[in-house]
């Protein structure tokens, strides 16, 4: 309760009483019983437990560092970024296969947290009758980006592009691109290779625990070994 005070009319002063009430309600998200799973199993992660969120992204990029070390990666960084205007979010983490923490082989890994995409599952979470399994199609966009120092001796592209597409397999789909740059106008060019990968993660596969990323993780140290063996090479070192 709180009293406003005004003066009007030549110093009359009138008293207004204003009654202020706050009601906060709990989000209540039906779907599977999060202490035992769609199929009474205990297979939900606790982390989906909480009332106060239906994806708990922060804890599924906890999960995927934890993962990448169980695959012989090192991760050397962590940032959040996060849209003041349209709200959306991306992590970012940079890793290093372990035995190559000196470089010159650098993975980045990107997730893409669109509000749109996580709001319009939330709203379909929402409508399902108690026990459903939940909806299908909403996705975030995983990106790993691997990149190499200049290269004096540069592969060829094609022959590059199918070599790793073996490498990566169905799993990892790669695309490759490169970069001349000039030092000055009169030295050769030196040429900088980039490796994409997008993944699709599945809202619907995280909500229930189930999107541990191990192929697409074993994937990613097949791609990170296969580039450290033939960098020497590439770099003029062997």
């Not at 009601?23 to 998200?29: D, E, G, L, S």
């Not at 990029?61 to 934890?66: E, F, G, P, R």
């Not at 997730?111 to 996705?139: C, Q």
């Amino acid at each position: 309760r709180q009293a406003a005070q005004r003066s009007a009319d030549g110093g009359r002063r009138l008293i207004e009483q204003f009654d202020h009430f706050v009601v906060a309600h709990a989000p209540k998200v039906s779907g599977p019983d999060p202490r035992t799973g769609p199929h009474g199993s205990g297979e939900r992660h606790h982390r989906y437990a909480r009332d106060v969120a239906i994806i708990d992204v922060p804890g599924f990029v906890a999960d995927l560092k934890d993962h990448a070390v169980d695959h012989a990666f090192h991760v050397h960084d962590e940032r959040h970024f996060i849209e003041t205007y349209s709200m959306r979010q991306a992590w970012e983490v940079d890793l290093h296969p372990e035995d190559a923490c000196g470089g010159p082989l650098d993975l980045h890994l990107a997730l893409e947290v669109d509000p749109r995409v996580m709001l319009g599952f939330e709203d379909k979470m929402l409508d399902l009758p108690e026990g459903a399994e939940p909806m299908e199609g909403y996705a975030f966009t995983l990106a790993f980006t691997w990149t190499l120092p200049p290269l004096p001796h540069p592969p060829d592209l094609l022959v590059l592009a199918t070599e790793l597409a073996g490498v990566g397999g169905v799993e990892l789909p790669l695309e490759i691109s490169a970069i001349d740059s000039f030092a000055a106008v009169t030295d050769a060019p030196e040429r900088s290779l980039s490796i994409v990968s997008r993944v699709e993660i599945g809202l619907d596969r995280i909500f229930l625990g189930q999107e541990q990323m191990c192929d697409v993780l074993e994937s990613c140290h097949n791609v990170s070994s296969w580039l450290l063996e033939r960098s020497g090479v590439w770099l003029g070192d062997a």
